[in-house]
């Protein structure tokens, strides 16, 4: 019984010890409760067994390189309403046990790519109630164990599908409440949506911002016809560059079709004041074209005008050759000068 109380009293003591001043930290359950404390950055000192870790609605703006490598065991880091505006890559790098990672309601307006790089575990990203305006095109190394991603209350247009397809273990992605562009940069983002919604994949959809005439309108109900035109007038530019190249036209048309046109698919979506090389030979095509139609129209109102010519002669002689007979019942005077007109 005394050794238990001894025990007792030494744990605690180390629990106080290894505890930051304005925190609480439970020994059964493992978890540091730093939460409403108005902390500006990760507090030091945190007992280095505990795996969960409560720092929300404090105001922390900014994670330093090693600030967790004193806590390699976090299962679960809550660092909701803050005032983080970026995120270093590599700050969560030591906690290769981290299961959940709730960084919503602070400042973030973009995410690097490998922000999130070596934390294997990790199966929850909240990003939901942010600025984020851009998405990289990678989270980070061994970030495949994701099964749910929240990317809602932001202020993004479009997101890689190169970003989704490195996530193969996604459940659940939120999307709502995002200005979404549902041009041809969002093409791709379509396919893998469709596709992950057929595998199971629990979504609350897309919902279009932009352009005017699909605001409102889910993105998988927009017909692909829509998107269709944008990949193959950058590829037509590409031709018009290097026209010669026949098997890079080729390639480019089914990069168009099948993959992200990204970034690239821009130039065909947007109006471009300038005249392009290929407008020229259209036109230049237009004109020829033009000419041989009305060159072979001329030919014709040519042929008809002739026609038409021979065909009233003939029918006025045929006309006055019927009308002769009649006159043969006038005087002599009258007869003469139509003969010999005609003669």
Not at 150 to 179: A, G, W, Y
Not at 215 to 234: I, M, Q
Not at 265 to 279: D, I, L, N, Q, Y
Request: hydrophobic share 40%; proline share 6%.
């Amino acid at each position: 019984g005394n050794w238990l109380l001894v025990w007792s009293v030494i744990s605690l003591a180390h629990t106080a010890h290894g505890c930051p001043d304005k925190c609480l930290c439970h020994t059964a359950s493992k978890t540091a409760d730093c939460k409403n404390r108005g902390f500006t950055e990760i507090p030091a000192r945190l007992p280095p067994e505990i795996q969960i870790l409560q720092l929300q609605n404090n105001r922390i703006w900014r994670i330093n390189q090693n600030a967790f490598t004193a806590t390699p065991l976090l299962k679960i880091l809550d660092l909701s309403n803050n005032s983080l505006s970026s995120v270093a890559p590599g700050a969560f790098q030591k906690l290769r046990y981290l299961q959940v990672l709730n960084l919503t309601r602070n400042l973030l307006h973009y995410i690097e790519n490998k922000t999130f790089s070596f934390l294997p575990h990790l199966k929850e990203l909240d990003l939901s109630s942010n600025s984020i305006i851009r998405l990289p095109e990678t989270f980070g190394n061994s970030t495949g164990n994701i099964t749910l991603l929240s990317v809602k209350h932001n202020k993004l247009q479009k997101m890689e599908r190169i970003l989704l397809e490195s996530l193969p273990n996604l459940k659940v992605v939120l999307f709502k409440d995002n200005p979404w562009q549902c041009n041809c940069n969002i093409f791709g983002l379509k396919l893998w949506l469709e596709s992950f919604l057929y595998r199971g994949g629990i979504s609350d959809g897309i919902i279009c911002s932009a352009p005017g005439i699909r605001k409102g309108k889910d993105l998988l109900k927009v017909p692909y016809e829509l998107f269709g035109a944008c990949p193959l007038r950058t590829a037509h530019v590409h031709v018009a560059s290097s026209h010669h190249h026949g098997l890079e036209h080729r390639g480019s048309l089914k990069h168009g079709h099948h993959g992200e046109p990204g970034d690239g698919g821009r130039a065909g979506c947007e109006p471009k004041p300038k005249a392009r090389p290929v407008s020229l030979r259209h036109a230049i095509a237009t004109v020829v074209i033009t000419g041989v139609v009305c060159g072979v129209v001329c030919l014709m109102m040519l042929a008809a005008a002739v026609y038409g010519c021979a065909y009233a002669a003939i029918t006025a002689k045929c006309h006055k050759e019927r009308l002769a007979p009649v006159r043969q019942h006038g005087t002599p005077e009258e007869k003469e000068p139509f003969e010999s007109s005609l003669a």
